[in-house]
């Protein structure tokens, strides 16, 4: 599913966001391509480099690179800022053959009835343009690059996709450009050329063109609000696949981390309304929009927020506020192998966030159906030391189909009925004929899952072998906790000895 939406997405951009490149200069029938060298991919490592409006003056000798065709050429890296770009290669002695690569894409001038070989591109997007001076045959001898610059004449501030519109698709197409090789230059001053980049870029843009942020940040996240958006990360099942699978699904994120701190009061507003389940997933993903944006300010609504829905009905939009809290208060205790924090972790992140924020919360924790539970777990473990070991495990109030009947709108009921049916299919991708039943008379449940069904039978077991009149009810775990609770206790099963047709958990 990763995949084919990543490719969809690909094919979207190509069909609609890529610059318009015009070869002007090409006669027919003498024109030809040359291939350049595999590790043309990569940033070369010893590129030349030039600038708006310079020339550079070398020559082809025969210690230089070659082409396909053994033709010797020099490469010059060109940080382009954007607008209409000229190249001009003009040699005394041989036949110039001029080849621009602009994201991969290769462009090649060569025209024997006009000297020097020029041509123009329009609309060309900010970024790096690697330009080649070569020759048409295997020759040598001096020559003369020059590179000039202008806005595109009757170009619209900010419309960088060259479309006539400035509209949301400029800052995509800009995000996604950077997410490519070669990105731009140091923008952040920081020494890296990394994922701050096309952030910072993206900012820039939006400061300097007359967007409505605060209206399309509204817009963005009543995109995440929708079910149908929701159902992209149904496959991803716990904070840490859906961590690394946000960006992916969602690039409307992107963008809404891109605008920074204006877009902030649009996010906020959503942690200041009581939750219902279908806001899950939506708060989960501005959770983590939030913490990637990194504004301190919005700290003392998500600790007001965690502490008041500390037993509502949710799944992992908490786990999600109480990373991004930490984040953001400078709290070190951070879970970055899960990502998931057990009750006391979530009331002590409040604590600690409001010694820094000064903070009171404005309504108490609230009643509510589930309840976020520890296990403690005391034995011998694997060194013949007694230990005690704390198992995250959460009790959920009302199960799916609960939630559906009691749901009195129309559109919420078909909502949630999406939901399920999203599971279901989920579930028959990934176990197909087992027999593996979440809770008995459900095929699907919120209540439980695999490694909370694993424990909830080693309770049992357990309690009935000693003698010990304990229950648990269903819950959730995850597979993490369960494998840390097998390995401090006993030590691995060879995987031949693993009955292949039960189901034990699921990663």
């Not at 550079?56 to 065709?69: G, H, I, R, V, Y």
């Not at 595109?152 to 698709?169: E, R, T, Y």
């Not at 496959?235 to 809404?256: H, K, T, W």
């Not at 010990?468 to 775990?477: A, D, E, M, R, V």
């Amino acid at each position: 599913m990763a995949l084919s939406f990543f490719y969809d997405c690909l094919q979207r951009r190509e069909a609609s966001i890529l610059p318009l490149l015009l070869l002007l200069s090409i006669i027919m029938g003498e024109a030809h391509s040359k291939s350049l060298p595999q590790a043309l991919s990569a940033v070369p490592k010893e590129d030349f480099t030039i600038g708006v409006g310079e020339c550079a003056n070398d020559s082809l000798e025969p210690s230089d690179e070659t082409l396909n065709d053994d033709t010797y050429f020099d490469r010059y890296r060109l940080d382009w800022p954007g607008g209409d770009l000229t190249v001009t290669l003009d040699s005394p002695v041989f036949d110039e053959y001029l080849i621009i690569l602009i994201d991969e894409e290769q462009t090649d001038v060569d025209d024997s009835a006009t000297e020097p070989e020029s041509i123009t591109l329009t609309n060309v997007r900010p970024g790096a343009v690697f330009l080649f001076a070569n020759s048409y045959d295997i020759e040598t001898g001096s020559y003369q690059i020059c590179v000039e610059g202008a806005n595109a004449g009757g170009q619209i501030k900010g419309d960088l996709n060259g479309d006539g519109i400035v509209n949301p698709k400029d800052l995509l197409a800009l995000v996604e450009d950077q997410r490519k090789p070669n990105p731009s230059i140091d923008l952040t001053d920081d020494g890296n050329i990394d994922g701050m980049e096309p952030i910072r870029l993206s900012q820039d843009w939006y400061r300097e063109s007359e967007i409505d942020i605060a209206g399309r940040s509204m817009e963005i996240v009543g995109t995440l609000k929708d079910v149908t958006v929701q159902q992209r990360l149904e496959n991803e099942n716990f904070p840490l696949l859906m961590r690394s699978a946000i960006r992916e699904y969602y690039p409307e994120v992107d963008e809404l981390i891109s605008f920074g701190s204006p877009a902030l009061d649009s996010i906020l507003q959503q942690f200041q309304v009581p939750p219902e389940y279908l806001d899950d997933i939506p708060l989960l993903i501005l959770a983590y929009a939030l913490e990637e944006i990194g504004d301190q300010s919005a700290a003392p609504v998500l600790a007001d927020w965690l502490e008041a829905n500390m037993f509502a009905e949710l799944d992992w939009s908490r786990d999600f506020v109480t990373h991004t809290l930490k984040v953001l208060t400078g709290q070190t205790d951070l879970n970055i192998e899960t990502f998931q924090y057990d009750i006391e972790q979530k009331f002590d992140t409040i604590a600690q966030a409001r010694v820094g924020i000064g903070s009171i919360a404005k309504a108490g924790t609230q009643e509510g159906e589930d309840c976020e539970r520890r296990l403690l777990i005391t034995g011998i473990n694997s060194d013949g030391q007694q230990e005690t070991v704390a198992v995250s495990y959460s009790v959920r109030g009302r199960d799916i189909d609960e939630i559906i009947s009691a749901a009195t709108d129309p559109a919420k009921k078909q909502k949630l009925e999406q939901i399920k049916q999203g599971w279901e299919s989920g579930d028959e991708d990934v176990y197909g004929n087992s027999d593996y039943v979440p809770i008995a008379g459900a095929q699907v449940s919120r209540r439980s899952n695999c490694a909370g069904l694993v424990i909830e039978k080693i309770f049992q077991s357990l309690a009935a072998r000693n003698g010990i009149p304990l229950t648990i009810p269903p819950g959730q775990s995850d597979a993490t906790s369960l494998r840390s609770l097998a390995l401090r206790f006993g030590s691995m099963v060879p995987i031949g000895e693993i009955d292949e047709f039960t189901v034990v958990s699921h990663d």
